[in-house]
């Protein structure tokens, strides 16, 4: 029986038409003067404070706690701003399956496993009433490594239900080969869904448990067991 359900965000939640770039491109142009900062930068399934050091290092710039805090604290009125100038919303299925795990006899924990920071994953489900979906969530404040995250959210849903969880008691989604491994990572169950940057061929390749184009090919019922 599935205890805990993980949700990645951009590209397995929502789509954003890029806010989440386009504001860290923004920060770095109006704060450290970086124009073109995050050219040829991949954000994909990465964490937001992984790309930020990558970019600080890039532009020699010091990866300081003061700079990461300038950073963020500027990157989350961008992002704010972007996401109500751009079209964005939930994939399909989306809150079909939300509404399907909530209504099982068991119903599972839900929770976030993502790469944004805590408040960048907050403005982000807000602006499309999601975030009072989830109960807990794994986030990138101060981590760098999606494996790192997803212990944490690991952790944190252990102590929510008060005992141990096993890997098959789990499933992460998400819609990059980084999702599927972070997944693997606390020995989880993983579905993998073809809504963000990846096709469904090279998610197939990573062995994930459910590969899908999207969530509507598959029930609440038939991941939970």
């Known amino acids: 029986m599935i205890r805990l359900v993980l949700f990645d965000i951009d590209g397995t939640l929502l789509h954003t038409s890029g806010a989440g770039e386009q504001a860290f491109a923004r920060v770095f142009a109006t704060e450290f003067n970086v124009p073109s900062g995050t050219d040829k930068i991949k954000f994909a399934g990465r964490t937001d404070t992984s790309v930020v050091r990558e970019c600080f290092l890039l532009h020699q ?3 300081s706690p003061e700079n990461f805090r300038r950073f963020f604290d ?3 009125f961008w992002l704010d701003h972007f996401l109500h100038h751009l079209p964005g919303g939930a994939h399909p299925g989306v809150r079909e399956m939300i509404g399907a795990l909530r209504a099982l006899p068991k119903p599972p924990l839900l929770g976030l496993l993502t790469g944004n920071i805590r408040l960048g994953a ?3 489900l807000r602006r499309h009433e999601l975030w009072d979906e989830f109960e807990l969530g794994g986030f990138a404040d101060g981590i760098d490594a999606r494996d790192a995250i997803a212990r944490r959210a690991l952790q944190l849903g252990r102590g929510r239900l008060g005992e141990d969880l096993r890997g098959e008691e789990i499933v992460v989604i998400g819609d990059t080969p980084l999702d599927i491994a972070c997944g693997r990572a ?3 169950k993983v579905l993998a869904v073809a809504t963000g940057s990846s096709r469904l061929p090279e998610l197939r390749e990573h062995r994930p448990d459910w590969a ?14």
Not at 212 to 225: F, N, P, S
């Open 74 to 76: 500027t990157y989350v």
């Open 122 to 124: 907050e403005i982000k």
């Open 212 to 225: 899908v184009e999207d969530l509507r090919q598959l029930t609440a019922r038939e991941m939970c067991g």
């Open 61 to 63: 710039l010091e990866p």
């Open 186 to 188: 606390i020995g989880a």
